[in-house]
C-alpha cells in the first residue's frame, strides 16, 4: 500500500491562504489520481477537489475559484492552494491516492487540520 505523507495547514484568518502539499512515501507504477477530501466537526467527508492522471481537475462547487489542485509527477506528489479561505473552510483535510491497473487501489494521507478563525 503507498503511504501518503501530508504537510501544510494550520490557523489562518479569514480571506487568508495556505498550501496543502501530499507526497507518496513510494514510487508507484501504475497510473493515478489523486485528491483531497475534508471532513468538518459533525459533518460527513466530503470531496474538495481531484486530479486524473492526466492532469484533468475537478473542484467542489464551494471552493471553485479559490482552492486549486495541481500534481508533479514526476515528485509523486498534490496540492491544494486554498485562497480566500473561509471560517466555512474549517476541517481535516486528507489526501488521497487512486491506483492500481484498474484503480482498484485507494490509500489515505493522516489528515492534516485547517483551522479559518480571526
Known amino acids: 500500500q503507498v503511504r501518503l505523507v501530508e504537510s501544510g495547514g494550520g490557523l489562518v484568518q479569514p480571506g487568508g491562504s495556505l498550501r496543502l502539499s501530499c507526497a507518496a512515501a513510494?514510487?508507484?507504477?501504475?497510473?493515478?489520481?489523486m485528491g483531497w477530501y475534508r471532513q468538518a466537526p459533525g459533518k460527513q467527508r466530503e470531496l474538495v477537489a481531484s486530479i486524473t492522471n492526466g492532469g484533468t481537475t475537478n473542484v467542489v462547487d464551494s471552493v471553485k475559484g479559490r482552492f486549486t489542485i495541481s500534481r508533479d509527477n514526476a515528485e509523486n506528489t498534490v496540492a491544494l492552494q486554498m485562497d480566500s479561505l473561509k471560517p466555512e473552510d474549517t476541517a481535516v483535510y486528507y489526501c488521497?491516492?487512486?491506483?492500481?491497473?484498474?484503480?482498484?487501489?485507494?490509500?489515505w494521507g493522516q489528515g492534516t487540520q485547517v483551522t479559518v478563525s480571526s
Open positions: 488521497y491516492i487512486q491506483y492500481g491497473s484498474a484503480y482498484e487501489y485507494r490509500s
Open positions: 513510494e514510487s508507484i507504477e501504475s497510473d493515478y489520481a
